[in-house]
Nanobody
């Protein structure tokens, strides 16, 4: 199983980024996908998640209305659109795949850095 994130970078406050996470070697559409983030000195926190069929989506309160999670199962890819970025959004962003019925089937990507600075 492999998850590879991309799209991170450095933006000014108010800017936008689109993160992508491509999965391989597992049945991507069967897995819920999540984006987490971890800032220096802080615990990893859930940003958003989406069910395998895309029918249910949840967001952390801090990003609701600014971030959008989506997925394209034909491309084995989950996206996170980050808009109206704030300095407090700066973190390493990770994608995670979780099988809804097999608790042990959880996989993480290596992370992509998002920096928000003027």
């Amino acid at each position: 199983v492999q998850l590879v994130e991309s799209g991170g970078g450095s933006v000014q406050p108010g800017g936008s980024l689109t993160l992508s996470c491509v999965g391989s070697d597992f049945t991507f559409s069967a897995y819920a996908m999540s984006w987490y983030r971890q800032a220096p000195g802080k615990e990893r926190e859930l940003v958003a998640d989406i069910t395998g069929d895309g029918s249910r989506i949840n967001y952390a309160t801090s990003v609701k209305g600014r971030f959008t999670i989506s997925r394209d199962n034909a491309k084995n890819t989950v996206y996170l659109q980050l808009n109206s970025l704030k300095s407090e959004d700066a973190a390493v962003y990770y994608c995670m795949a979780a099988h809804p019925f097999v608790r042990a089937a959880r996989y993480w990507g290596q992370g992509t850095q998002v920096t928000v600075s003027s």
